[in-house]
């Protein structure tokens, strides 16, 4: 599966000292979050995912705030939640995947957490997927299923669009 994939990350505010490199870790975050999204993509055919999890490694503490969501009948994507930014840093990760339409269709988010941390260590966020993220991810299966058997050399199978992305607000 071909898969167009970018990240952005953004500092908004005052970041205190010794948090400089958490924003590395979120960015990471992130791009793991798109990395275990699109392995979640690419096995709808043969499993249903119900949860995806990520790593995260906590230098400074804080709060971190993640949104997933899926497109699959169309390119955009939004994971912002509309609400001003904390203080803070913000990263995003997606991508498109190849027989995705040219139109903006309907992103819908499909997952939320909301975690604080009080020391510093690894960590696992896990995204629950919602109702509307596990039949995205069960109808792309049988799309998908359905297009291997009718098309057994290739070609551009079923995929759809996602993001994720992620805030983390340094406590103090």
Same mark, same amino acid.
Request: a positive charge; one cysteine or more; proline letters at 6%.
């Given at each position: 599966?071909?898969?167009? $994939?970018? *990240?952005?990350?953004?500092?908004? @505010?005052?970041?205190?000292?010794?948090? %400089?490199?958490?924003?590395?870790?979120?960015?990471?975050?992130?791009? *793991?979050? !798109?990395?275990?999204? @699109?392995?979640?993509?690419?096995?709808?055919?043969?499993?249903?995912? &119900?949860?995806?999890?990520?790593?995260?490694?906590? $230098?400074?503490?804080? &709060?971190?705030?993640?949104?997933?969501?899926?497109? /699959?009948?169309?390119?955009?994507?939004?994971?912002? +939640?509309?609400?001003?930014? /904390?203080?803070?840093?913000?990263? %995003?990760?997606?991508?498109?995947?190849? *027989?995705?339409?040219?139109?903006?269709?309907?992103?819908?988010?499909?997952?939320?957490?909301?975690?604080?941390?009080? &020391?510093?260590?690894?960590?696992?966020? &896990?995204?629950?997927?919602? +109702? !509307?993220?596990?039949?995205?991810? !069960?109808?792309? %299966? !049988?799309?998908?299923?359905?297009?291997?058997?009718?098309?057994?050399? @290739?070609?551009? /199978? /079923?995929?759809?669009?996602?993001?994720? @992305?992620?805030?983390?607000?340094?406590?103090?």
């Amino acid at each position: 599966m071909k898969l167009l $994939v970018g *990240s952005v990350i953004l500092l908004t @505010g005052l970041v205190p000292s010794g948090a %400089g490199s958490q924003h590395m870790r979120l960015r990471q975050a992130c791009d *793991s979050a !798109a990395s275990a999204v @699109g392995h979640a993509v690419a096995d709808a055919v043969t499993t249903q995912v &119900t949860v995806i999890d990520v790593q995260f490694r906590v $230098v400074v503490p804080g &709060t971190v705030t993640g949104r997933m969501a899926f497109n /699959p009948s169309g390119q955009a994507i939004r994971v912002a +939640s509309g609400k001003p930014s /904390p203080p803070g840093f913000r990263c %995003g990760a997606g991508a498109i995947g190849a *027989s995705v339409p040219m139109r903006r269709g309907h992103s819908e988010v499909v997952s939320t957490l909301r975690r604080r941390f009080t &020391t510093a260590g690894r960590y696992t966020l &896990t995204f629950d997927l919602n +109702s !509307a993220g596990r039949r995205i991810l !069960a109808r792309l %299966g !049988a799309r998908q299923r359905a297009y291997r058997e009718h098309h057994p050399h @290739g070609g551009r /199978p /079923p995929s759809i669009a996602f993001g994720v @992305g992620f805030s983390y607000v340094p406590a103090g």
